[in-house]
């Protein structure tokens, strides 16, 4: 079935579907701007290939959606995947997705996450199509139920570009970043999380499942929504700055890239003396402040966590032992309303929050008043 003019420019109107030239363009200049040469390698892969790849065990292709956003072409029925479903048998050209290969030789999808899905999950007859126009007979029919168009969605194929496996891990990392400029970008921790799985990733979100980490920030009412791995990113300064403090240069991205690089070779004596001194740090930090109140100006009415005080608290009061925080307690929260309330801590904090000099102005002024208030 042909599509008239009417119907192209139906299924035109909605970008995600189609490769416009500026989107193209935009895609192929990441490969032509970076300054280092990448190592990469082009295929045209059938979306039957693409499926079996997937599903293979274990799989050859990896979508794990966990680092992407989670799937999001259901949210409101499957029209949007439908369309995408249709615009492949129209034979509208499709936006490359990028792979990453992996140090086994399988691919990590970076960009393509949400199209290969849909192909994936229309094959496995988990939904039908809905709302077609150039298709419209398709309309209410699963994969299994298209007849000779399935052997045309099989063929189709979408151009692949792999990133081999000997670029750089700060190429792959700003690949990735550009990548999702204009689009719904991935967070910092979600890249991490990407390029560098295994213990101690899995680390982090163990203990970012903590009640205290995982609503760090959101307020009492907790209407604020995460789905970018803020908690984990949060769990990971902690280490990061815990253990190499003297390499921070300021660029904190660059600083936590670094840092999760390294950790993901860490064994598991490592990983269990990281888990119990994170804990350790932690449960110090609630005796001294209630579980409402901690990692904020406690000195203020309407009071907000920030990463300033959770830095300077999980740095500090893990070094003590709680038979010391007990006893001197109020004399530790006087103390950090002291320094919440001193003129050059306040200027620290109000710009330039990350460089490295306000960072070590803070931890002096701190330290110093703490070890004054446990009286050392």
């Known amino acids: 079935m042909k599509a008239t003019r009417k119907d ?61 956003r989670k799937y999001k072409w259901d949210r409101e029925g499957w029209a949007r995947a439908s369309k995408f479903i249709e615009s492949c048998l129209m034979r509208i050209p499709l936006p490359s997705c990028y792979f990453a290969e992996t140090k086994d030789g399988n691919h990590l999808v970076i960009d393509g996450v949400q199209r290969i899905t849909t192909v994936l999950r229309f094959f496995n007859d988990e939904f039908p199509l809905e709302d077609l126009t150039a298709f419209s007979k398709l309309n209410g029919k699963k994969f299994s139920e298209i007849g000779k168009y399935k052997s045309e969605l099989e063929t189709t194929t979408i151009r692949c570009i792999i990133l081999r496996r000997e670029n750089p891990d700060e190429l792959i990392t700003e690949i990735f970043a550009r990548l999702n400029k ?84 860490y064994d598991d004596k490592k990983l269990k003396n990281l888990r119990d001194d994170f804990d350790k740090s932690l ?30 608290l999980m740095n500090s009061l893990g ?7 007990n006893a001197k307690r109020e004399e530790i929260r006087a103390a950090f309303i002291d320094l919440c309330n001193s003129p050059s801590f306040r200027k620290s904090t109000a710009g330039g929050l990350q460089r490295k000099s306000s960072i070590n102005k803070r931890n002096l002024e701190w330290n110093k008043k703490l070890q004054e208030a446990i009286g050392a």
């Open 8 to 68: 192209r420019r139906h299924v035109a109107d909605a970008p995600v579907f189609v490769a416009p030239l500026e989107y193209c363009r935009m895609r192929e200049s990441i490969l032509m701007s970076a300054e280092t040469t990448l190592s990469l390698n082009t295929v045209d892969y059938p979306f039957e290939t693409l499926v079996q790849r997937a599903k293979s065990n274990p799989p050859k292709l990896i979508l794990d959606p966990e680092f992407q």
């Open 182 to 265: 204009g689009a719904v970008s991935l967070s910092d921790q979600e890249i991490r999380h990407a390029l560098y799985p295994g213990s101690f990733d899995k680390l982090l979100q163990e203990l970012s499942g903590n009640e205290i980490v995982k609503n760090f920030g959101l307020g009492k009412d907790g209407r604020s929504k995460r789905d970018a791995r803020e908690s984990e990113e949060l769990v990971l300064r902690y280490f990061a700055f815990r253990e190499s403090a003297d390499s921070y240069e300021g660029n904190l991205a660059k600083f936590l890239d670094k840092y999760m690089k390294a950790a993901s070779q």
């Open 283 to 312: 449960s110090s930090c609630l005796v001294v402040f209630d579980g409402d109140e901690v990692f904020s100006d406690i000195g203020k009415d309407r009071r907000r966590q920030g990463v300033v005080y959770y830095d300077l």
């Open 319 to 325: 070094s003590f032992t709680k038979k010391t925080l």
